[in-house]
């Protein structure tokens, strides 16, 4: 983490008062979460900060309420973090949090990322949670993400399964690297898909409909 750790802690505690709040009243968060939103989403995502680089941007693809793009975000206060979203009511939530919270450094992008891709941004990570199998997460989250840099995508008990699932996607694009990191203890543990993007071999944006 770059930056304090109260500074941190006050922004999460403010974010989480978006969850439970407007969070619920609009759907993008389930009435039963609002009691457990620290240990099963905000600490699930903070656990994965440590694995992210301190280079490079991040991009959230499928950032939903903002997990866990805007927990990463109050934990690296000066890396420029992307959340990107393809639905309306979803960016526009994400829009008044960024502005409320004065994260200066998120800016939020409404589009799918296999639109997004065709820009050609190069990302030093890109993070997902509860977005899709990583048989097709990979195919829409690689191209973003700088040659050399990292798919993070923080999944369930599941994780080892979805991996070996998408051996042969991630052999056809040359992945060279990818394993499963398990982080946290007791009743806080995730488990990570990590995914290098390979350096030289070009990923082309993903075309499949969702």
């Not at 699932?165 to 488990?191: C, F, N, Q, R, Y």
Request: hydrophobic share 45%.
């Amino acid at each position: 983490m770059t930056g304090s750790v109260d500074g941190a802690l006050a922004t999460l505690e403010r974010f989480a008062a978006w969850l439970v709040g407007p969070g619920v009243e609009r759907g993008l968060l389930g009435p039963r979460e609002a009691d457990r939103v620290w240990p099963r989403h905000l600490i699930n995502c903070a656990l994965v900060e440590p694995l992210i680089p301190t280079t490079g941007s991040i991009c959230d693809v499928g950032s939903g309420a903002g997990l866990p793009g805007i927990v990463v975000a109050a934990l690296r206060p000066t890396q420029p973090v992307i959340l990107l979203e393809p639905l309306l009511r979803r960016s526009t939530f994400l829009t008044e949090v960024v502005d409320d919270l004065e994260l200066a450094h998120v800016t939020v992008v409404r589009a799918r990322a296999e639109d997004y891709a065709r820009e050609k941004p190069e990302h030093g990570t890109v993070i997902a949670r509860a977005v899709a199998p990583l048989v097709r997460l990979a195919g829409w989250s690689l191209p973003l993400v700088q040659p050399g840099g990292w798919l993070l995508a923080i999944k369930g008990d599941s994780a080892a399964t979805e991996l070996a699932d998408a051996a042969e996607e991630l052999e056809a694009m040359h992945v060279a690297k990818s394993d499963v990191i398990t982080v946290g203890e007791g009743g806080s543990v995730t488990h990570v898909v990590r995914v290098m993007r390979p350096h030289d071999f070009t990923i082309k944006p993903a075309t499949e409909e969702r």
